[in-house]
T-cell receptor, first 115, second 112 residues
Framework: GAVVSQHPSRVICKSGTSVKIECRSL??????MFWYRQFPKQSLMLMAT?????????EQGVEKDKFLINHASLTLSTLTVTSAHPEDSSFYIC???????????FGPGTRLLVL | AQSVTQPDIHITVSEGASLELRCNYS??????LFWYVQSPGQGLQLLLK??????LVQGIKGFEAEFKRSQSSFNLRKPSVHWSDAAEYFC??????????FGKGTRLHILP
């Protein structure tokens, strides 16, 4: 089946630094990828929709200058958390949409801890 | 607006017992429906999906779900659960612009 990878799986950083998370579709091309945030014991919150070759579309309340998204190729999208603060600590999950099957496949997630 | 409701936050069943997790949705047209499973600290894995056709769909790990348009439901079932099925289960529906709307999840606990 379709596989989506995320790197890194865990990251700890100091407050004020930036962190980049990669999302790759390994065996299919994805013109659309999505970034989610999940707080402990809660459902996923869609942060933004990433379309290859164009600007990401952010959900209401998500700061686009803080969460930079780049979808430079059909298999790679990156989320950069800029000037991270402790409240940004969370579990970030990406998904990639396999167009022929209209199915989203999810990455394993990245746990971010900001000290 | 579309919404997905999973009325049970927690469900506990004994190992070997049958399982049904409820999911109701609101959407004007025929929805694309999904069930995902999330093990602790992990991402989500697709269990099964419904787009059209046969309303009873089979998924991985012995799970099945039935789409009932009259009840706006897409309940997940398994005839006999295993301890490894303990996880959180999310029902989801795709909006017209391809965004997935998730339910709040149902945490499944298995008694030995």
């Amino acid at each position: 089946g379709a596989v989506v990878s995320q790197h890194p799986s865990r990251v700890i950083c100091k407050s004020g630094t930036s962190v980049k998370i990669e999302c790759r579709s390994l065996d299919f091309q994805a013109t659309t990828m999505f970034w989610y945030r999940q707080f402990p014991k809660q459902s996923l919150m869609l942060m933004a929709t990433s379309n290859e070759g164009s600007k990401a579309t952010y959900e209401q309340g998500v700061e686009k200058d803080k969460f930079l998204i780049n979808h430079a190729s059909l298999t790679l999208s990156t989320l950069t958390v800029t000037s991270a603060h402790p409240e940004d600590s969370s579990f970030y999950i990406c998904s990639a949409r396999d167009s022929p099957t209209e199915t989203q496949y999810f990455g394993p997630g990245t746990r971010l801890l900001v000290l | 607006a579309q919404s997905v409701t999973q009325p049970d936050i927690h469900i506990t069943v004994s190992e070997g017992a049958s399982l049904e997790l409820r999911c109701n949705y609101s959407y004007g047209a025929t929805p694309y429906l999904f069930w995902y499973v999330q093990s602790p600290g992990q991402g989500l894995q697709l269990l099964l999906k419904y787009f059209s056709g046969d309303t009873l769909v089979q998924g991985i790990k012995g799970f099945e779900a039935e789409f009932k348009r009259s009840q706006s439901s897409f309940n997940l079932r398994k005839p006999s659960v295993h301890w490894s099925d303990a996880a959180e289960y999310f029902c989801a529906v795709v909006q017209g612009d391809d965004k997935i709307i998730f339910g709040k999840g149902t945490r499944l606990h298995i008694l030995p």
